[in-house]
Protein backbone atom coordinates (compact mmCIF):
# COMPACT_ATOMS: atom_id res chain seq x y z
CA UNK A 1 0.00 0.00 0.00
CA UNK A 2 2.49 2.69 -1.65
CA UNK A 3 -0.65 5.79 -1.09
CA UNK A 4 -0.67 5.24 3.41
CA UNK A 5 1.59 8.22 4.52
CA UNK A 6 2.27 8.25 7.91
CA UNK A 7 2.51 11.22 10.72
CA UNK A 8 5.51 11.64 13.55
CA UNK A 9 1.58 11.73 15.86
CA UNK A 10 1.01 8.01 15.04
CA UNK A 11 -1.88 8.96 12.54
CA UNK A 12 -1.94 7.47 8.98
CA UNK A 13 -3.31 8.92 5.90
CA UNK A 14 -4.56 7.71 2.87
CA UNK A 15 -4.90 9.34 -0.44
CA UNK A 16 -7.93 8.89 -2.88
CA UNK A 17 -7.74 11.46 -5.48
CA UNK A 18 -8.31 14.98 -3.43
CA UNK A 19 -9.28 13.42 -0.48
CA UNK A 20 -7.87 12.35 2.14
CA UNK A 21 -8.89 9.19 5.03
CA UNK A 22 -7.29 9.82 8.54
CA UNK A 23 -6.97 7.55 11.28
CA UNK A 24 -4.72 6.13 14.20
CA UNK A 25 -1.92 3.70 13.83
CA UNK A 26 -2.52 0.13 15.63
CA UNK A 27 1.16 1.03 17.00
CA UNK A 28 -1.12 4.08 18.27
CA UNK A 29 -3.79 2.02 20.02
CA UNK A 30 -1.32 -0.42 20.89
CA UNK A 31 0.13 2.81 23.31
CA UNK A 32 -2.88 3.82 24.00
CA UNK A 33 -4.66 0.81 25.30
CA UNK A 34 -8.61 0.18 25.15
CA UNK A 35 -10.21 3.15 23.44
CA UNK A 36 -13.59 4.01 25.52
CA UNK A 37 -14.28 7.05 23.98
CA UNK A 38 -13.77 9.30 20.68
CA UNK A 39 -14.66 12.75 19.49
CA UNK A 40 -14.40 13.60 16.18
CA UNK A 41 -14.02 16.80 13.89
CA UNK A 42 -17.55 18.40 12.50
CA UNK A 43 -18.51 17.82 8.75
CA UNK A 44 -17.07 21.38 7.20
CA UNK A 45 -15.05 22.70 9.29
CA UNK A 46 -11.39 23.49 8.14
CA UNK A 47 -8.53 21.94 10.26
CA UNK A 48 -5.15 23.58 9.80
CA UNK A 49 -1.65 20.87 9.76
CA UNK A 50 -1.08 19.26 13.20
CA UNK A 51 -4.06 21.27 14.92
CA UNK A 52 -6.09 19.04 17.11
CA UNK A 53 -8.60 17.49 15.33
CA UNK A 54 -10.35 14.85 17.99
CA UNK A 55 -9.76 12.85 21.16
CA UNK A 56 -9.32 9.58 21.83
CA UNK A 57 -9.87 8.43 25.47
CA UNK A 58 -8.80 4.88 26.70
CA UNK A 59 -9.34 3.57 30.41
CA UNK A 60 -6.15 5.42 30.94
CA UNK A 61 -5.84 8.71 29.69
CA UNK A 62 -7.51 10.88 27.14
CA UNK A 63 -5.12 11.96 24.16
CA UNK A 64 -5.78 14.67 20.88
CA UNK A 65 -5.96 13.54 16.98
CA UNK A 66 -3.85 15.57 15.29
CA UNK A 67 -4.33 15.59 11.58
CA UNK A 68 -1.47 15.33 9.17
CA UNK A 69 -2.23 17.83 6.84
CA UNK A 70 -4.73 21.00 6.21
CA UNK A 71 -8.20 20.56 4.80
CA UNK A 72 -11.83 20.41 5.11
CA UNK A 73 -13.61 17.52 7.21
CA UNK A 74 -16.11 16.13 4.61
CA UNK A 75 -17.14 12.94 6.34
CA UNK A 76 -16.63 11.29 9.68
CA UNK A 77 -17.08 7.84 10.89
CA UNK A 78 -19.69 8.09 13.33
CA UNK A 79 -19.78 3.70 13.92
CA UNK A 80 -16.31 4.49 15.56
CA UNK A 81 -18.05 6.97 17.81
CA UNK A 82 -20.97 4.45 18.69
CA UNK A 83 -18.49 1.74 19.18
CA UNK A 84 -14.69 3.01 20.37
CA UNK A 85 -13.13 -0.80 20.66
CA UNK A 86 -13.15 -1.02 16.88
CA UNK A 87 -10.40 1.24 17.05
CA UNK A 88 -8.37 -1.22 18.61
CA UNK A 89 -9.59 -4.13 16.53
CA UNK A 90 -9.24 -2.55 13.39
CA UNK A 91 -7.81 1.02 13.18
CA UNK A 92 -5.84 1.24 10.11
CA UNK A 93 -8.82 0.10 8.21
CA UNK A 94 -12.89 -0.04 9.34
CA UNK A 95 -12.02 2.22 11.84
CA UNK A 96 -10.94 5.53 10.01
CA UNK A 97 -11.85 8.76 12.46
CA UNK A 98 -12.45 11.59 9.32
CA UNK A 99 -12.32 11.95 5.85
CA UNK A 100 -10.51 15.58 4.36
CA UNK A 101 -10.85 17.56 1.42
CA UNK A 102 -7.12 18.16 0.89
CA UNK A 103 -5.98 21.78 0.63
CA UNK A 104 -2.55 21.81 -0.18
CA UNK A 105 -1.26 18.13 -1.35
CA UNK A 106 2.60 19.56 -1.08
CA UNK A 107 2.08 18.82 3.00
CA UNK A 108 1.59 14.94 2.10
CA UNK A 109 5.07 14.75 1.39
CA UNK A 110 6.63 15.48 4.39
CA UNK A 111 5.27 12.85 5.66
CA UNK A 112 6.84 9.55 6.22
CA UNK A 113 6.26 6.05 4.35
CA UNK A 114 5.39 2.88 6.07
CA UNK A 115 8.58 1.62 6.01
CA UNK A 116 10.06 4.77 7.89
CA UNK A 117 7.05 5.12 10.13
CA UNK A 118 7.89 1.40 11.18
CA UNK A 119 11.16 2.44 12.09
CA UNK A 120 10.10 5.28 13.50
CA UNK A 121 7.37 3.67 15.80
CA UNK A 122 9.60 1.50 17.17
CA UNK A 123 12.18 4.35 18.21
CA UNK A 124 9.79 6.21 19.86
CA UNK A 125 8.81 3.05 21.91
CA UNK A 126 10.32 3.76 25.90
CA UNK B 1 16.67 7.45 43.40
CA UNK B 2 16.60 3.80 41.98
CA UNK B 3 13.21 2.65 40.88
CA UNK B 4 12.29 0.17 43.67
CA UNK B 5 11.10 -3.48 42.12
CA UNK B 6 8.67 -6.28 43.52
CA UNK B 7 9.46 -10.09 44.19
CA UNK B 8 7.08 -10.52 41.10
CA UNK B 9 8.80 -8.18 38.79
CA UNK B 10 10.35 -10.68 37.10
CA UNK B 11 6.93 -12.61 36.51
CA UNK B 12 5.29 -9.65 35.33
CA UNK B 13 7.80 -9.40 32.49
CA UNK B 14 7.21 -12.62 31.46
CA UNK B 15 3.47 -11.86 31.50
CA UNK B 16 4.19 -8.38 28.98
CA UNK B 17 3.23 -6.51 31.32
CA UNK B 18 3.17 -2.87 30.77
CA UNK B 19 5.43 -0.84 33.18
CA UNK B 20 4.85 2.38 35.40
CA UNK B 21 6.04 3.98 37.96
CA UNK B 22 3.69 4.48 40.70
CA UNK B 23 4.93 5.66 44.15
CA UNK B 24 8.78 4.69 43.20
CA UNK B 25 7.88 1.39 42.27
CA UNK B 26 7.88 -0.36 38.60
CA UNK B 27 4.46 -1.77 38.79
CA UNK B 28 2.36 -3.63 35.79
CA UNK B 29 -0.02 -0.95 34.78
CA UNK B 30 -2.03 -3.80 32.08
CA UNK B 31 -0.75 -6.74 30.98
CA UNK B 32 -1.18 -8.00 27.65
CA UNK B 33 -5.09 -8.26 27.33
CA UNK B 34 -5.70 -5.06 28.33
CA UNK B 35 -7.41 -3.45 30.86
CA UNK B 36 -11.12 -4.26 30.08
CA UNK B 37 -10.11 -7.67 29.57
CA UNK B 38 -8.47 -7.65 32.72
CA UNK B 39 -11.66 -5.94 35.03
CA UNK B 40 -14.18 -8.21 33.47
CA UNK B 41 -11.90 -11.56 34.03
CA UNK B 42 -11.78 -10.24 37.60
CA UNK B 43 -15.14 -9.87 38.25
CA UNK B 44 -16.33 -13.00 36.23
CA UNK B 45 -13.29 -15.63 37.56
CA UNK B 46 -10.44 -14.41 39.28
CA UNK B 47 -7.49 -11.64 39.07
CA UNK B 48 -4.31 -11.38 41.01
CA UNK B 49 -2.77 -8.14 41.57
CA UNK B 50 0.48 -7.40 43.28
CA UNK B 51 0.36 -4.80 45.90
CA UNK B 52 3.44 -5.66 47.37
CA UNK B 53 4.22 -1.98 47.09
CA UNK B 54 1.87 -1.33 49.80
CA UNK B 55 3.23 -1.18 53.45
CA UNK B 56 2.62 -3.89 55.86
CA UNK B 57 3.57 -2.13 58.99
CA UNK B 58 4.00 -4.26 62.30
CA UNK B 59 3.15 -2.59 65.44
CA UNK B 60 3.93 -4.95 68.72
CA UNK B 61 2.20 -4.40 72.42
CA UNK B 62 -0.17 -5.26 74.37
CA UNK B 63 -3.13 -3.75 76.26
CA UNK B 64 -0.99 -0.54 76.27
CA UNK B 65 -0.71 -0.38 72.46
CA UNK B 66 -4.68 -0.68 72.25
CA UNK B 67 -4.58 2.60 74.22
CA UNK B 68 -2.45 4.39 72.36
CA UNK B 69 -3.73 3.72 69.03
CA UNK B 70 -7.27 4.06 70.42
CA UNK B 71 -5.51 7.68 71.16
CA UNK B 72 -4.84 8.02 67.07
CA UNK B 73 -8.09 5.55 64.85
CA UNK B 74 -11.41 6.51 65.08
CA UNK B 75 -12.08 2.78 66.29
CA UNK B 76 -13.33 0.51 68.99
CA UNK B 77 -9.86 -1.22 69.18
CA UNK B 78 -11.05 -2.76 72.80
CA UNK B 79 -13.29 -4.72 71.39
CA UNK B 80 -11.83 -5.20 68.04
CA UNK B 81 -11.35 -9.55 68.43
CA UNK B 82 -8.26 -11.09 67.45
CA UNK B 83 -7.84 -11.54 63.31
CA UNK B 84 -10.47 -9.24 62.99
CA UNK B 85 -9.76 -6.05 60.01
CA UNK B 86 -11.27 -2.61 60.11
CA UNK B 87 -11.05 -0.06 57.86
CA UNK B 88 -9.62 3.26 59.02
CA UNK B 89 -7.63 6.73 58.51
CA UNK B 90 -4.81 8.01 59.70
CA UNK B 91 -5.60 11.49 60.38
CA UNK B 92 -4.26 15.51 62.03
CA UNK B 93 -5.54 17.29 64.55
CA UNK B 94 -8.30 18.99 61.82
CA UNK B 95 -9.32 15.56 60.64
CA UNK B 96 -7.28 15.58 57.78
CA UNK B 97 -6.57 12.64 56.13
CA UNK B 98 -2.68 11.31 55.96
CA UNK B 99 -3.71 8.28 54.71
CA UNK B 100 -6.20 5.43 54.42
CA UNK B 101 -5.69 1.69 56.20
CA UNK B 102 -6.87 -1.25 57.06
CA UNK B 103 -5.81 -2.19 60.84
CA UNK B 104 -6.01 -5.95 61.62
CA UNK B 105 -5.43 -7.42 65.63
CA UNK B 106 -3.15 -10.11 66.13
CA UNK B 107 -1.97 -12.01 68.55
CA UNK B 108 1.02 -9.67 69.54
CA UNK B 109 -0.35 -6.50 68.26
CA UNK B 110 -1.56 -4.91 65.06
CA UNK B 111 -0.98 -4.94 61.63
CA UNK B 112 -1.43 -1.87 59.13
CA UNK B 113 -1.90 -1.82 55.55
CA UNK B 114 -0.65 1.23 54.37
CA UNK B 115 -0.82 3.27 50.75
CA UNK B 116 2.64 2.72 49.02
CA UNK B 117 2.94 6.69 48.58
CA UNK B 118 2.42 7.31 51.94
CA UNK B 119 3.92 4.28 54.02
CA UNK B 120 7.45 5.91 54.92
CA UNK B 121 5.80 9.07 56.33
CA UNK B 122 2.95 6.84 57.81
CA UNK B 123 5.32 5.43 59.69
CA UNK B 124 7.32 8.67 60.70
CA UNK B 125 4.19 10.18 62.20
CA UNK B 126 2.76 6.68 64.18
CA UNK B 127 6.42 6.06 65.59
CA UNK B 128 6.05 10.11 67.45
CA UNK B 129 2.44 9.73 68.13
CA UNK B 130 3.27 6.44 69.76
CA UNK B 131 6.65 7.74 70.94
CA UNK B 132 8.90 5.19 70.34
CA UNK B 133 7.10 3.01 72.89
CA UNK B 134 6.46 0.25 70.76
CA UNK B 135 8.25 -2.07 68.05
CA UNK B 136 7.64 -1.03 64.57
CA UNK B 137 8.16 -2.77 61.45
CA UNK B 138 7.46 -1.65 58.01
CA UNK B 139 7.91 -5.49 56.65
CA UNK B 140 10.10 -4.90 53.18
CA UNK B 141 10.70 -9.15 53.47
CA UNK B 142 7.21 -9.96 52.74
CA UNK B 143 5.20 -9.30 49.39
CA UNK B 144 1.49 -8.50 49.60
CA UNK B 145 -0.59 -10.57 46.70
CA UNK B 146 -4.68 -9.74 46.41
CA UNK B 147 -6.83 -12.44 44.54
CA UNK B 148 -10.12 -11.29 43.93
CA UNK B 149 -12.92 -12.53 42.06
CA UNK B 150 -15.59 -15.08 42.23
CA UNK B 151 -13.51 -17.98 41.72
CA UNK B 152 -10.66 -17.04 44.08
CA UNK B 153 -12.03 -18.66 47.18
CA UNK B 154 -11.67 -21.82 45.35
CA UNK B 155 -8.42 -21.57 43.78
CA UNK B 156 -6.74 -19.98 46.94
CA UNK B 157 -7.91 -22.72 49.42
CA UNK B 158 -6.83 -25.49 46.58
CA UNK B 159 -3.05 -24.26 47.72
CA UNK B 160 -3.66 -23.08 51.12
CA UNK B 161 -6.82 -25.51 52.70
CA UNK B 162 -9.19 -23.76 54.85
CA UNK B 163 -8.63 -20.46 53.67
CA UNK B 164 -12.26 -20.61 51.98
CA UNK B 165 -13.78 -20.56 56.32
CA UNK B 166 -12.12 -17.21 56.75
CA UNK B 167 -15.00 -14.53 57.25
CA UNK B 168 -14.88 -11.11 55.14
CA UNK B 169 -12.16 -8.49 56.78
CA UNK B 170 -11.31 -11.50 59.10
CA UNK B 171 -7.66 -12.93 58.77
CA UNK B 172 -5.38 -15.82 59.95
CA UNK B 173 -2.04 -17.69 60.23
CA UNK B 174 -1.69 -20.43 57.80
CA UNK B 175 1.20 -22.81 56.49
CA UNK B 176 2.98 -22.38 53.16
CA UNK B 177 5.99 -24.29 52.16
CA UNK B 178 6.70 -24.47 56.03
CA UNK B 179 6.54 -20.83 56.19
CA UNK B 180 4.00 -18.38 58.41
CA UNK B 181 1.40 -16.40 55.61
CA UNK B 182 -1.07 -14.11 56.94
CA UNK B 183 -4.41 -14.37 54.76
CA UNK B 184 -7.30 -11.41 55.15
CA UNK B 185 -10.57 -11.90 53.38
CA UNK B 186 -10.92 -8.63 51.98
CA UNK B 187 -9.58 -6.55 49.08
CA UNK B 188 -10.52 -3.38 47.15
CA UNK B 189 -12.21 -4.32 44.17
CA UNK B 190 -15.97 -5.05 45.63
CA UNK B 191 -15.52 -8.17 44.84
CA UNK B 192 -14.78 -11.24 47.23
CA UNK B 193 -11.02 -12.01 47.53
CA UNK B 194 -8.31 -12.64 49.55
CA UNK B 195 -4.97 -10.27 50.76
CA UNK B 196 -2.00 -12.74 51.08
CA UNK B 197 1.04 -11.61 52.75
CA UNK B 198 3.95 -13.92 51.60
CA UNK B 199 7.81 -13.58 52.33
CA UNK B 200 10.03 -12.64 49.14
CA UNK B 201 11.14 -15.58 48.11
CA UNK B 202 8.03 -17.56 48.12
CA UNK B 203 5.94 -15.29 46.54
CA UNK B 204 6.66 -16.00 42.79
CA UNK B 205 6.67 -19.31 43.11
CA UNK B 206 2.72 -18.94 45.01
CA UNK B 207 1.86 -16.77 42.66
CA UNK B 208 2.61 -19.19 39.60
CA UNK B 209 0.46 -21.31 41.25
CA UNK B 210 -2.66 -19.32 41.84
CA UNK B 211 -2.05 -18.70 37.79
CA UNK B 212 -1.78 -22.72 37.71
CA UNK B 213 -5.29 -23.04 39.20
CA UNK B 214 -6.97 -20.35 36.79
CA UNK B 215 -5.98 -17.08 38.07
CA UNK B 216 -4.94 -13.97 36.06
CA UNK B 217 -2.25 -11.29 36.45
CA UNK B 218 -3.68 -7.83 37.01
CA UNK B 219 -2.17 -4.58 36.43
CA UNK B 220 -2.97 -1.72 38.42
CA UNK B 221 -5.14 -0.04 34.95
CA UNK B 222 -7.91 -2.38 36.21
CA UNK B 223 -7.68 -2.25 40.18
CA UNK B 224 -8.12 1.51 39.48
CA UNK B 225 -11.39 0.60 37.11
CA UNK B 226 -13.02 -2.14 39.63
CA UNK B 227 -12.24 0.16 43.04
CA UNK B 228 -14.10 3.04 41.13
CA UNK B 229 -16.94 1.00 40.06
CA UNK B 230 -17.16 0.11 43.52
CA UNK B 231 -17.34 3.57 45.09
CA UNK B 232 -13.99 2.97 47.18
CA UNK B 233 -11.85 5.97 47.78
CA UNK B 234 -8.43 6.45 46.19
CA UNK B 235 -5.54 8.61 48.26
CA UNK B 236 -4.48 11.05 46.17
CA UNK B 237 -7.97 11.68 43.80
CA UNK B 238 -10.90 11.17 46.55
CA UNK B 239 -8.56 11.05 49.85
CA UNK B 240 -5.80 13.57 51.24
CA UNK B 241 -4.96 16.01 53.76
CA UNK B 242 -7.49 18.86 53.43
CA UNK B 243 -10.23 16.21 53.47
CA UNK B 244 -11.86 14.73 56.11
CA UNK B 245 -13.71 11.51 56.75
CA UNK B 246 -17.13 13.46 56.80
CA UNK B 247 -16.72 15.02 54.26
CA UNK B 248 -15.11 11.78 52.09
CA UNK B 249 -18.55 10.14 53.16
CA UNK B 250 -16.78 7.89 54.92
CA UNK B 251 -18.34 8.16 58.74
CA UNK B 252 -19.36 4.21 58.62
CA UNK B 253 -15.70 3.57 58.80
CA UNK B 254 -15.70 5.08 62.54
CA UNK B 255 -17.13 3.84 66.16
CA UNK B 256 -20.25 5.67 66.75
CA UNK B 257 -19.47 5.85 70.06
CA UNK B 258 -15.78 6.70 69.90
CA UNK B 259 -17.03 9.51 67.90
CA UNK B 260 -19.72 10.95 70.46
CA UNK B 261 -16.84 10.21 73.15
CA UNK B 262 -14.01 12.16 71.45
CA UNK B 263 -10.31 11.48 72.84
CA UNK B 264 -8.56 10.86 69.58
CA UNK B 265 -6.79 12.79 66.84
CA UNK B 266 -9.27 14.45 64.43
CA UNK B 267 -12.21 14.11 66.69
CA UNK B 268 -13.26 17.37 67.59
CA UNK B 269 -13.66 19.00 64.48
CA UNK B 270 -15.23 15.40 63.10
CA UNK B 271 -18.02 16.07 66.11
CA UNK B 272 -18.01 19.74 64.65
CA UNK B 273 -18.55 18.76 61.01
CA UNK B 274 -21.38 17.21 62.65
CA UNK B 275 -23.10 18.74 64.25
CA UNK B 276 -22.76 22.17 61.75
CA UNK B 277 -22.33 20.74 58.72
CA UNK B 278 -19.77 20.72 55.74
CA UNK B 279 -19.60 22.40 52.97
CA UNK B 280 -18.43 19.69 50.26
CA UNK B 281 -19.05 15.28 50.44
CA UNK B 282 -18.52 12.63 48.63
CA UNK B 283 -20.77 11.72 45.30
CA UNK B 284 -21.16 9.40 42.77
CA UNK B 285 -21.36 10.82 39.44
CA UNK B 286 -22.53 9.19 36.41
CA UNK B 287 -22.31 11.18 33.23
CA UNK B 288 -25.21 10.86 30.66
CA UNK B 289 -23.96 9.70 27.20
CA UNK B 290 -20.32 7.87 26.62
CA UNK B 291 -18.17 11.27 27.83
CA UNK B 292 -15.39 10.81 30.63
CA UNK B 293 -14.74 12.93 33.53
CA UNK B 294 -11.37 12.71 35.12
CA UNK B 295 -9.56 14.18 37.95
CA UNK B 296 -10.05 18.03 37.81
CA UNK B 297 -13.13 18.40 35.56
CA UNK B 298 -15.04 20.94 36.69
CA UNK B 299 -18.86 20.37 37.94
CA UNK B 300 -21.27 23.19 37.78
CA UNK B 301 -24.96 23.65 38.48
CA UNK B 302 -27.92 24.53 35.86
CA UNK B 303 -26.99 28.44 36.38
CA UNK B 304 -23.61 27.88 35.49
CA UNK B 305 -21.96 28.07 39.25
CA UNK B 306 -19.24 25.64 39.89
CA UNK B 307 -20.18 23.16 42.73
CA UNK B 308 -17.03 20.78 42.89
CA UNK B 309 -14.91 18.95 41.41
CA UNK B 310 -14.39 15.22 39.93
CA UNK B 311 -11.27 13.57 42.12
CA UNK B 312 -11.70 10.02 39.71
CA UNK B 313 -13.39 9.15 36.53
CA UNK B 314 -12.75 6.74 34.14
CA UNK B 315 -14.73 4.42 31.61
CA UNK B 316 -16.26 1.06 33.91
CA UNK B 317 -16.21 -1.72 31.80
CA UNK B 318 -18.58 -3.91 34.34
CA UNK B 319 -21.09 -0.50 34.20
CA UNK B 320 -20.40 -0.34 30.44
CA UNK B 321 -20.13 3.24 30.19
CA UNK B 322 -18.46 6.10 32.20
CA UNK B 323 -18.28 6.31 36.13
CA UNK B 324 -16.57 9.21 38.06
CA UNK B 325 -16.52 10.15 42.02
CA UNK B 326 -15.92 13.77 42.96
CA UNK B 327 -17.05 16.42 45.74
CA UNK B 328 -20.09 18.65 45.60
CA UNK B 329 -21.61 21.37 47.68
CA UNK B 330 -23.60 19.65 50.25
CA UNK B 331 -27.14 20.88 48.62
CA UNK B 332 -26.43 19.33 45.53
CA UNK B 333 -24.93 15.82 46.72
CA UNK B 334 -28.53 13.91 46.63
CA UNK B 335 -29.42 11.23 44.66
CA UNK B 336 -30.69 12.29 40.70
CA UNK B 337 -29.09 16.46 40.85
CA UNK B 338 -28.79 17.48 37.22
CA UNK B 339 -24.73 18.91 37.33
CA UNK B 340 -22.32 19.58 34.27
CA UNK B 341 -19.23 18.70 33.47
CA UNK B 342 -16.77 21.32 31.91
CA UNK B 343 -14.87 18.48 29.59
CA UNK B 344 -12.11 20.48 27.19
CA UNK B 345 -14.40 23.75 27.11
CA UNK B 346 -17.75 22.63 26.61
CA UNK B 347 -20.23 21.05 29.29
CA UNK B 348 -21.98 18.28 29.77
CA UNK B 349 -24.83 16.88 31.61
CA UNK B 350 -24.62 14.34 34.71
CA UNK B 351 -26.20 13.01 37.59
CA UNK B 352 -25.32 13.13 41.04
CA UNK B 353 -25.58 9.20 42.06
CA UNK B 354 -26.10 6.30 44.44
CA UNK B 355 -22.79 4.35 45.49
CA UNK B 356 -21.25 1.61 44.29
CA UNK B 357 -21.78 1.74 40.43
CA UNK B 358 -21.60 -2.06 40.66
CA UNK B 359 -22.97 -3.76 43.24
CA UNK B 360 -20.09 -5.33 45.64
CA UNK B 361 -20.34 -8.96 46.40
CA UNK B 362 -18.37 -9.81 49.36
CA UNK B 363 -19.02 -13.05 51.42
CA UNK B 364 -20.13 -12.38 54.81
CA UNK B 365 -19.32 -15.11 57.16
CA UNK B 366 -21.09 -16.22 59.86
CA UNK B 367 -19.11 -14.87 62.73
CA UNK B 368 -19.32 -11.19 62.00
Redesign the interface.
Known amino acids: MSDVKFSKEHEWLKVEGDVATIGITKHATEML ?2 I ?2 V ?1 LPDIGTSIEKDGTAG ?1 V ?6 SDVYTPISGEVVENNQSI ?1 DD ?1 AKI ?1 SDPENEAWFFKLKIKDKSEIDSLMNKEEYDKFAKESVS | MEIKKTSLNKLHQEYQA ?1 FVEFAGYEMP ?2 YKE ?3 EEHKFTRNQSGIFDVSHMGQLFIYGKEDLVEDLEKIFPLDLKNLKLNHSKYSFLMNDAAGIHDDLIITKIEDGFLIILNAACKENDFKILNQLLNNKYKMVLDEKRSLIAIQGPKSAEILNQIINNTINLSFMTGSWFKYENQKIFVTRSGYTGEDGFEISVHNDLAEQFTKELINKGAKLIGL ?1 ARD ?1 LRLEAGLCLYGHELNIKKTPIESNLKWAMSKERISNGGFIGSKTILEQLTNGIKQIRVGIKPEG ?3 A ?1 QKTKIFNDSESIIGEVTSG ?2 G ?1 SVNG ?1 VAMGYVDNQFSKKDTKVFLEI ?1 GKKYPANICGLPFYKKSYVKGANK
Open positions: GDVFEVESTKAAVPN | KIQGIIGTKIIRTFPPR
